[in-house]
């Protein structure tokens, strides 16, 4: 696809339910990220990958929170026994570059917009 | 820790005003980059800033990145409605040992113009 894809685009989950986002990064990224945006606030960091590799997950909130890129394209987060408190719009993000510098752009996913009730 | 603050948390204008948003840190940043998100959607990159003082123009935008780069501005001349949105500023996150790992983000700018 031209951009990076989410889905869902929107997921209700009861609480104690388990969930899993997926995101298509554009293709022959080679960086994927995964940010948390709660309402009215910027992007938090999760995770990130090179490729396969998960270099940096000091942003997973807790042990409920997983993430993975087995194939080195598409990811899946997953959440465990969500709670209220993980409603939030997960983004997902990808670079053709190994790392972020000046020269280079992480393109953004619309999203997908978690609701734990 | 690296931090990005911005302000005025929440602006709403009228069509044709000129306003100023602000990106501000105790970090030195090697280069800092401005997004705006429209609801439903994720952030799409305006610009990035590398070098301090470094002056930037997007047709009514301008971007200003400070001396010391530890701070930026975004200056809309003539607002539009179409001009309204979430505006992030962002950076390169130093990991230890100093690489660039992701991006951190300031917790934006809403501005809203009125028609």
């Known amino acids: 696809g031209a951009g990076v894809s989410q889905s869902p685009r929107y997921k209700v989950a009861k609480r104690g339910q388990d969930v899993a986002l997926r995101c298509d990064p554009i293709s022959g990224h080679v960086s994927l990220f995964w940010y948390q945006q709660a309402l009215g606030q910027g992007p938090e960091f999760l995770t990130y990958f090179q490729n396969e590799a998960q270099l940096d997950k000091s942003g997973l909130p807790s042990d409920r929170f997983f993430a993975e890129r087995p194939e080195g394209s598409v990811s899946t987060l997953k959440i465990q026994r969500t709670q209220q408190e993980d409603s939030a719009v997960y983004l997902c993000?990808?670079?053709?570059?190994?790392?972020?510098?000046?020269?280079?752009?992480?393109?953004f996913g619309q999203g997908t917009r978690l609701t734990v009730v | 820790t690296q931090l990005l603050e911005q302000s005025p948390q929440f602006l709403s204008i009228q069509e044709g005003e000129n306003l100023t948003v602000y990106c501000n840190s105790s970090s030195v940043f090697s280069s800092l980059q401005w997004y705006r998100q429209e609801p439903g959607e994720g952030p799409v990159l305006l610009v990035t800033v590398v070098t301090g003082g470094e002056v930037k123009k997007l047709k009514r935008l301008t971007f200003q990145f400070g001396d010391a780069r530890k701070d930026s501005s975004l200056h809309i001349t003539a607002a539009q409605p179409g001009d309204t949105g979430l505006y992030l500023c962002a950076g390169p996150r130093l990991n230890y040992g100093g690489s660039q790992g992701n991006l951190i983000f300031g917790k934006g700018t809403k501005l809203s113009v009125k028609p």
């Open positions: 993000a990808s670079s053709l570059e190994r790392i972020l510098t000046a020269n280079t752009e992480a393109f």
